[in-house]
C-alpha cells in the first residue's frame, strides 16, 4: 500500500514537473519572439542590441524595485511579529493553586482502574543512618600553622642544635 502511493505521488511530482516546464516554455515563446537575425544589416542589429540593452536595463529596474519593496515587506513583518510576541509575553498568567491529593489518589488518576491495592511509598524508601561527625580537638592554632607549614621538622631540628 504504502510503496503504491509513494509511486503515484512521484508520478504526480514529474507530471506537475513537465506541466510547469511546458508553461514556462509557452511564457517564454510568447514573450520573447524568436529572433530574426539572418538578412539584417550591421545597423539594424546594432539597433536590436541597443533595443535589447533598454529592455535588459528596464527589467533589471524593475526587479531592483521589486526587491527593495520584498525586502520592506519582509522587516514590517519582522517588527509586527516582534510586537505580536511583546504583547503576548505582557500578558498576566493566573496564579496556580496548590491541590492537595493523595499517592493512592494520584496513581488512581495516572493508572485508572488498574491500581487495586494501596502502595506504601514510605516502605519503599532505604534508609540511610546518619554518622556522627567526628569534632576535632581544639588545639593550639601556632602547632596547626606550623605542621601545615612543614616547618615542623625544621623546628625540632633547630631546638636540638642548640
Known amino acids: 500500500m504504502l510503496t503504491k502511493l509513494l509511486k503515484t505521488a512521484a508520478a504526480m511530482l514529474d507530471k506537475d514537473k513537465q506541466e510547469k516546464k511546458q508553461e514556462r516554455e509557452a511564457t ?24 535589447l540593452h533598454h529592455k535588459i536595463d528596464v527589467v533589471d529596474e524593475e526587479r531592483y524595485d521589486i526587491e527593495v519593496k520584498v525586502n520592506k515587506n519582509n522587516t514590517e513583518i519582522e517588527n509586527l511579529s516582534q510586537k505580536i510576541f511583546e504583547l503576548k509575553g505582557k500578558m498576566k498568567r493566573p496564579a496556580l493553586k496548590r491541590v492537595k491529593i493523595s499517592a493512592d489518589a494520584m496513581l488512581g488518576a495516572l493508572l485508572g482502574a488498574r491500581v487495586k491495592e494501596s502502595v506504601d511509598f ?3 524508601l532505604k534508609t540511610v543512618k546518619k554518622e556522627e561527625e567526628k569534632k576535632e580537638e581544639v588545639t593550639d592554632w601556632r602547632k596547626n600553622v606550623e605542621a601545615m607549614s612543614g616547618m615542623e621538622g625544621r623546628k625540632k631540628l633547630f631546638d636540638a642544635g642548640q
Open 122 to 124: 514510605k516502605a519503599n
Open 28 to 51: 517564454l515563446s510568447e514573450r520573447l519572439p524568436p529572433l530574426q537575425l539572418s538578412g539584417l544589416s550591421i545597423q539594424d542589429l546594432q539597433a536590436l542590441c541597443k533595443d
